[in-house]
């Protein structure tokens, strides 16, 4: 029996990550759409919006829709295979179609926001503005600091 009950914890666990995935990845994307980031570098141009978009896409596709029509299909194969109920697998469609209500999506999306903004907020915080030589944001990026390699930032306030 206890066996049943892990079986459905992580059957539960894995009909979520396809929307908890879906979400990090569209405000992440929806952020370095918005603002001018180029977080791994000194002082360069923004990451280019086709790149974010095609990364986007490709998060999506791998992470989410994949994953969320790959694995209940897969799952399906197995519970037919076996007539008898399987003490290994959980049925994740039956856990889609009964379990996954509103109020469990309201849930795991408020936490899932609620981590995601807090998660990019510190990563802003760690970032600095770059100004373009005609004093107009050129992105914030990576700051530089007493240990940067000398030359790298010359001519940019930290």
Known sequence: DQ???HRAALTKLAVVYGPIEGISITLNAVLFLILPLRPSRFGSDPIPHVKILVLWAIGVVF???LPELLLPTAN???KQRYHRRSM?????VEALKSRFTSANLATIALIT????????????????PWPKPDGELLSFGACCSET???GVCKGHAS
């Not at 290994?88 to 994740?92: H, I």
């Not at 926001?113 to 600095?128: E, F, H, K, N």
């Open 148 to 150: 940067a390699k000398e």
């Open 3 to 5: 066996r049943i009950a």
């Open 88 to 92: 290994y697998y959980g049925d994740m």
């Open 76 to 78: 399906k194969v197995v």
């Open 63 to 65: 992470e989410t829709l």
């Open 113 to 128: 926001v609620a981590s995601v903004v807090y998660m990019q907020y510190l990563m802003l915080y760690g970032l600095c």
